[in-house]
């Protein structure tokens, strides 16, 4: 497959797409279809609150046919957007998710559910020079074609500064950013964060 990608912005009526790629992407980069017993946990965990509370950094990656091949979410500031969603978002999800084992659960499952409880949030230390930051996945279909780059542009756009969080095992995606300019920042264990600079914030 080949020829540039179209990118427009993410609606609502993308969400269950999103959180198919969402969970197609969630094992460093390869499908965590088989780990999982529920395909939404993911994509509520990684994806869904940037729909719902920040639709203005949301942007898809179409083909010829309008299929969704991937999507860039994002943040200018993570701070606020995890105040917001610890009162917007995250207590509905909790209340369809239940702390501790459940009937049919998976490791993977269990993994994603305790993350509903307890989210994942931004090191401090990166917030001064990098205080928004950015969730991009692209399907195998996706990827090599120029719309992760033109995805990462948009959504950070209005930004001094994004970070990431990449899982070492996902060497594809450490090479794009670096390929996009964004640099190693201080290591957390299990995750590799990158960062580029953007320059003053817009409005």
């Known amino acids: 497959m080949s020829g540039a990608l179209s990118v427009r912005t993410a609606t609502a009526a993308d969400s269950a797409a999103v959180r198919r790629i969402c969970l197609r992407t969630g094992d460093a980069g390869r499908d965590a279809t088989t780990l999982h017993a529920d395909a939404d946990l993911l994509g509520l965990v990684w994806a869904q609150p940037y729909l719902e509370l920040e639709p ?43 702390a501790g084992p459940a009937p049919g659960r998976t490791p993977a499952d269990a993994e994603a559910v305790a993350l509903v409880h307890r989210p994942p949030t931004a090191p401090e230390g990166l917030l001064a020079d990098h205080p928004g930051h950015l969730h ?23 930004c001094a500064g994004v970070h990431v969080g990449v899982d070492p095992r996902n060497e594809p995606a450490l090479g794009f950013y670096r ?10 264990p299990g995750v590799v964060h990158l960062g580029v600079r953007l320059g003053p ?3």
């Open 136 to 158: 991009v996945d692209l399907l195998p279909a996706a990827q090599g074609r120029g719309g992760g780059r033109l995805l990462v542009s948009l959504a950070a756009a209005g």
């Open 56 to 98: 203005a950094h949301a942007y898809v990656a179409v083909d010829d046919d309008g299929v969704l091949l991937g999507y860039v979410l994002g943040t200018p500031d993570s701070r606020a957007f995890e105040s917001r969603a610890e009162s917007a978002y995250w207590p509905g999800v909790r209340m369809r998710y239940p």
């Open 201 to 203: 914030a817009v409005g």
């Open 179 to 188: 390929r996009l300019g964004f640099v190693d920042l201080a290591p957390v």
